[in-house]
């Protein structure tokens, strides 16, 4: 299964002004790494946005956002979104402001 090239020109153009970005493929999809560090992703199960684990709760409370599980294991700090929330500009406006303050955060690799 293929992952949405649609999803990942999305990102792109969210990202086109950001400094520090590159494209790394992984887990069957695409991740954006924001100075060496996973910041968001495209996969065959939709797209995913690493808030860090102090932001998850704000991050869950927008509509289309949940837990996100990975072979069957939930991974800390890490959402999910729906098609709805991703396709909402603000909602992805939102977490895209939580994943790269807490990625910026993080050393560079």
Do not use: W
């Amino acid at each position: 299964m293929a992952y949405d090239q649609g999803l990942v020109e999305i990102l792109r153009d969210d990202l086109s002004q950001e400094v520090g970005i590159t494209e790394k493929k992984m887990f069957g999809g695409l991740a954006f790494m924001h100075q060496g560090n996973m910041l968001c992703g495209v996969s065959p199960k939709g797209v995913m946005f690493r808030v860090g684990k102090e932001n998850e709760a704000r991050a869950l409370a927008i509509a289309g956002t949940r837990e996100m599980d990975f072979t069957g294991r939930r991974m800390g700090g890490f959402v999910e979104v729906s098609e709805e929330a991703f396709a909402d500009d603000t909602s992805r406006a939102g977490l895209m402001v939580l994943a790269l303050g807490f990625v910026a955060a993080l050393p560079a690799k």
